[in-house]
């Protein structure tokens, strides 16, 4: 028997993936994003997914919808956006604004789950922000939780993630339930952590991307993400964790049916002579001057990767890094390499969706650090299952707004596009506010 885990506002699953990789089963993932419904049901066949806004949704209904009955909820989990500061003498809470934050704290207390995670922006810890946290910390516990304190802030790069990305990690329980601790960072061989400073221990970007095909050797990616080819070099421990060749790289969760030799995510950039001159001369670890773009080192880790902005606001695609050997930047498949993404998973099929859903979403191999915590005092047996998985259908990775919302059967946005993107331009006013705005100021 396996706890059961409910995501909120999940994306394309950063969280679902390290939490069931940890023990859980994904009973169900709320996403209001009929995009991000697809990926995450292509990925996660056997999970329900809820294409809805939280506002409004209950408890029983997630409940029936997951197919879960009466049966106890062992841990919510999500990232709902805050953004919202009233004027002096009003609660921050209390915002319109952060209208997902009470909704993510009812639905906690209407599942009656014996666990949370919440996560967030490191700058919820900094200046006037922390009020923000004290009141939520307060509305946790008159709904009848306890909250681990001191709150802290984690790094990525310190549980096994060739990328500097800090995340606010509050975790709860009910009151008669044993709260979870932080993870301890890694550690190397002598007992020191893992750095992130470009000196560490712990998996670096050559680690990372060193065994993947440069995407620019195949035509075919300029007009399709995947395409079948062999490791050009000897993968590393990480990368093969990643191909799902090591031992333990499905952890505690389910295998999928998939094909190794399928490169996918990996549509070309068409990148001008000029650009790639400059991304040459441009010293690993350092930033190109006009494009502002940063080159990855090659014995280091990545900086935060960002999602860029919706289509609220233009839909313009957060820079990604420079590969540190190739005068390009980096592919969706190698940016969810250094989110520590499986190569079995997939992503949107455009750049421009397949970034956003990374940038968006908590990097596996630190959601799996926090989830393992959770399990722990939950009093579950850890067992690897032997259910084989099949993934979901292809087209799903394909779907525009509009078809996505067709096959969810919810409401499609407005047909007018934005020309540079592609993509709606309708403000979809609920969808920006639930797509981790926060997270594009924050990283």
């Not at 009656?112 to 919820?124: D, I």
Request: net charge positive; with cysteine.
């Amino acid at each position: 028997m396996r706890p059961i885990g409910i995501d909120l506002f999940a994306g394309a699953g950063g969280l679902s993936l390290g939490f069931e990789q940890a023990g859980f089963d994904i009973a169900a993932a709320v996403e209001i994003d009929p995009i991000h419904c697809s990926v995450h049901k292509f990925n996660f066949p056997n999970s329900s997914i809820i294409p809805r806004s939280v506002v409004g949704l209950s408890g029983d209904e997630i409940r029936q919808l997951a197919g879960i009955g009466s049966k106890p909820v062992d841990c919510v989990f999500g990232g709902a956006p805050c953004q919202g500061f009233s004027l002096i003498g009003h609660r921050v809470l209390d915002d319109p604004r952060n209208l997902l934050v009470q909704e993510f704290v009812r639905i906690v207390s209407e599942l009656n789950a014996r666990t949370f995670v919440f996560e967030n922006v490191k700058g919820l810890t900094i200046g006037r922000h922390k009020t923000f946290l004290y009141e939520l910390v307060a509305e946790f516990e008159s709904s009848g939780y306890d909250v681990l304190t001191p709150i802290k802030v984690l790094n990525a790069a310190h549980y096994g993630t060739p990328q500097s990305r800090e995340r606010l990690i509050l975790f709860g329980a009910l009151k008669n339930q044993k709260l979870p601790s932080y993870p301890a960072p890694l550690t190397n061989a002598v007992g020191k952590p893992v750095s992130f400073d470009g000196l560490g221990f712990g998996p670096s970007c050559r680690d990372a991307l060193d065994d993947l095909p440069n995407a620019d050797s195949f035509p075919c990616l300029l007009a399709s993400d995947h395409v079948h080819a062999q490791p050009t070099r000897c993968p590393s421990e990480f990368a093969r964790e990643l191909r799902c060749e090591a031992n333990d790289s499905w952890h505690a969760g389910y295998r999928r049916d998939w094909d190794p030799t399928l490169l996918t995510s990996s549509a070309r950039t068409a990148h001008t002579d000029i650009s790639c001159r400059r991304f040459s001369n441009t010293l690993p670890g350092t930033v190109e001057p006009i494009s502002r773009f940063y080159r990855l080192p090659p014995n280091g880790v990545s900086n935060t990767l960002r999602a860029g902005t919706d289509g609220a606001h233009g839909a313009f695609t957060s820079p990604r890094p420079i590969h540190y050997s190739y005068p390009r930047c980096v592919t969706v498949r190698e940016m969810a390499r250094l989110h520590g993404f499986p190569d079995w998973f997939r992503f949107q099929v455009t750049k421009w969706h397949g970034a956003r859903q990374i940038g968006n979403s908590v990097p596996p191999p630190l959601a799996r650090a926090v989830a393992a915590e959770v399990f722990k005092v939950l009093g579950f047996s850890s067992m690897r299952p032997n259910t084989l998985l099949k993934l979901g259908d292809p087209a799903l990775l394909s779907f525009d707004m509009t078809q996505a919302a067709a096959h969810f059967g919810v409401d499609a946005p407005s047909t007018r596009r934005n020309r540079k993107s592609g993509v709606t331009k309708r403000k979809q006013i609920d969808i920006e506010r639930e797509r981790t705005c926060n997270r594009v100021a924050y990283g």
